[in-house]
């Protein structure tokens, strides 16, 4: 499992002109599945992901996580991030999860960001979207899961 973390100062996502998810202050959440991944994967990955200290406290330092901030955490599927770019010029995809295997680690992850305590807006599974932020710093984190 891939996540890549952009810590926002508002984020939204759009499809066909109408917005579905939005946060204020907080963290971008992009997310891939791939094929090894399970519930184990989504529970450390989220846990990570809330816990992760990329916003600064008083002395401008990076000591406080998405929670101890007061932000939210916006979260879009993107089986993208599983690409596999080593050979040619067209992306292969096929270390990516299939939408029946990710959609509900999708949404493990999800829960297991809200039961951190942390409020979570989110895109629509397999949906093409618009993902507008402003990405605050800016400050981008790639996060992965190791068996």
Same mark, same amino acid.
């Given at each position: 499992?891939?996540?890549?973390?952009?810590?926002? #100062?508002?984020?939204?996502?759009?499809?066909?002109?109408?917005?579905?998810?939005?946060?204020?202050? +907080?963290?971008?959440?992009?997310? /891939?599945? /791939?094929?090894?991944? &399970?519930?184990?994967?989504?529970?450390?990955?989220?846990? #990570?992901?809330?816990?992760?200290?990329?916003?600064?406290? *008083?002395?401008?330092?990076?000591?406080?996580?998405?929670?101890?901030? &007061? +932000?939210?955490?916006?979260?879009?599927?993107?089986?993208?991030?599983?690409?596999?770019?080593?050979?040619?010029?067209?992306?292969?995809?096929? &270390?990516?999860?299939?939408?029946?295997?990710?959609?509900?680690?999708?949404?493990?992850?999800?829960?297991?960001?809200?039961?951190?305590?942390?409020?979570?807006?989110? /895109?629509?599974?397999?949906?093409?979207?618009?993902?507008?932020?402003?990405? *605050?710093?800016?400050?981008?984190?790639?996060?992965?899961?190791? *068996?």
């Amino acid at each position: 499992m891939r996540a890549v973390l952009q810590r926002v #100062k508002q984020a939204s996502v759009v499809i066909d002109g109408r917005m579905v998810g939005a946060i204020e202050s +907080g963290l971008l959440i992009l997310l /891939g599945v /791939g094929l090894e991944d &399970g519930p184990a994967q989504a529970e450390a990955l989220a846990a #990570k992901a809330a816990r992760l200290r990329v916003f600064e406290d *008083d002395q401008g330092l990076f000591n406080l996580d998405v929670l101890q901030s &007061g +932000g939210q955490a916006l979260v879009v599927s993107q089986f993208t991030l599983l690409a596999d770019t080593t050979r040619g010029r067209r992306p292969s995809f096929t &270390g990516a999860a299939r939408p029946e295997q990710a959609e509900p680690l999708y949404r493990r992850f999800i829960q297991a960001l809200k039961a951190q305590g942390l409020q979570v807006a989110e /895109g629509v599974f397999g949906a093409r979207m618009e993902v507008h932020l402003v990405n *605050d710093g800016p400050v981008t984190i790639i996060l992965e899961t190791r *068996d």
